[in-house]
C-alpha cells in the first residue's frame, strides 16, 4: 500500500472564467470543479487512478473537512485523519479564457501539540502495513519546520521509501533526513541550494550535487521539457511530445503519485520516470485538477523520449 500525508488539506475549488482576471472587476463563474485538494491529495487521487491501493493522511476540521472526507470516499479513496479543531481551508484555482491559471492558496488552521502527537502516533501504526509514503505540499500553521525530517526519520527507521516534495524551509530541514527521492522544480532547487540556476547545465549540475549528498533519486520537473532524472543507474531525462495543456495545476502531483506507483510495483527508476512523465503530461490535457484519462497517458507513453545525458 501506498500511504499519502497531507498536514495542509484544502477543499479546491477551480473557477472557470469567460474573461481575463483583473482587479477590481466583478467576475462571474461560468463553472466550478470541486476536489479535495492539498497537494497530497492530488497525489492520493491520482494513484488511485493508476490502479494502486492509496491511504490517504493528515489533518482535516470543521465542516470543510467533514468534504474533504465525502469528497475522497467519492472517489473510493481511503482516509485516516487526525481531527482538529480549526477548519480546513479552502483554494481556489481560477481559469480564464486562455487556461492562464491564477492561484489562491488559503494558509492551514492552526494544528496543536496534542493533534501532531496523536499524528505521529498513528502515522507509526500504519507504517507497518505500507511500503511507500509520499509527503507534500506546504505544512499548516502550529507545526515546526522540521515536522517533515522526523516523518522521514520514522519512515527510514522501518526501511520504507519515501517521497518528499515541498519547498522552502520544510524541504530545506527535510532533506536533512535523506528521503528516497525528491522532485523541486528549478526555482524550488534554486531557493534549496542558494544559487541561480539559468541553463540545462545547471540545472544538471544542481541535481547532483542533492543526489550527491544522500538522496537516491532526484528528479527535476521541467513543465512541457518533462523531468530530469539522477540516480544512480545514470541521468536521464523523459521528454513528453508537444500537447495542448488545459490545466497544468496538480503536474507536479500526478508525477509524485506515479513514482510512487513506480515505487510500489518495483519499476526501475528510468521506467518510473516515462511512466511519471506519461501521467502528468495526461493530467495537463484535463480541466480537473490531479486527474488524468488513461488513454491520454498510454497516448504519451508511447512518444516519450528518454534521453541519457
Ligand atoms: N505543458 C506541458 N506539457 C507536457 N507535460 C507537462 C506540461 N506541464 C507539465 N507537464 C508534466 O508535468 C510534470 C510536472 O510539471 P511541472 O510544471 O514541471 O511541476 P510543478 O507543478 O511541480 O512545478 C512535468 O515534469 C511534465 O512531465
Ligand atoms: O499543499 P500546498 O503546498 O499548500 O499547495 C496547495 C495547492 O497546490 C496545488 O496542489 C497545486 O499545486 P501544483 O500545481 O504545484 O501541483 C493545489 O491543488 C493545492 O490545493
Known sequence: ????????VSVDKAYHINETVESGKVIRVATCNMTAGGKGLNVSRVIKMCGEDVLATGFVGGHTGALVEDLLQKDEIKSKFVHTKGETRNCINILDQDNVSTEFLEPGAPVSEEEKNLFIKEFDEILDKTNVVTISGSSPQGLDKDIYRVLIDMVKKKGKKVILDTSGELLKEGIKACP??????????ESLLGVGINNREEIINSAIKLHKSGIEIVVVSLGGEGALLVSED??????????EAVNTVGCGDSMVAAFAVGFERGYSPVESLKYAVSVSAANALTSSTGSFIKEDAYKIFEDIKIIKI
Open 1 to 8: 500500500m501506498i500511504t499519502t500525508i497531507t498536514l495542509n
Open 180 to 189: 528516497t527521492m525528491i522532485k523541486p522544480n528549478s526555482e524550488e532547487m
Open 234 to 243: 545514470g541521468i536521464y531525462q523523459g521528454k513528453p511530445p508537444k500537447i
